[in-house]
């Protein structure tokens, strides 16, 4: 008689989650998201809500909002905080840490790993337009090569504005 014996199958779960923001826009004398820095705040809500549910997870994901570009002296992640609180209030306990130095890609990617390294994250997913993927993921592996860092990070396209 043979007895199999399987181990139980462990869930991918990230350490963090970082949203880069793109753009503002005016709406009167309220600045808001742009319709694809609400996409990328919503797909980042989506896997948040789809690894609870497989993980039954009591400690949440911690979520980065990244993006200093400014208008009217508003950075980009404060805004994007803003919404992601005022849409989605479920999320009340969250870690949430703001980068909002970054006026580029390269920079969201270089002040993101400075923070990967200081909160020693090994799996990160980045959230991000689909048409910017790519340029960050060249972006990452360079940083990561120089920065001599052991971080698995994970690219996901949110939907684009475009459509």
Known sequence: MIIEAKAKEE?????????????????????????????????????IIDYNKLNHDAMPIPLVFSGGYTINGKEEAIVMQEYFFKNFGMFTERNIWLEFQSKNSYENIAFCLNLIRKENWKQVIIIDQPM??????LLSNKELRIRELKTSLYFIGAEPAWG
């Open 11 to 47: 869930t991918f779960r990230p350490d963090a989650i970082i949203v880069i923001g793109a753009g503002l826009l005016k709406d009167g004398t309220n600045i808001i998201p742009s319709i694809q820095t609400k996409n990328n705040i919503e797909k980042a809500v989506q896997l």
């Open 132 to 137: 910017h993927l790519l340029q960050l993921r």
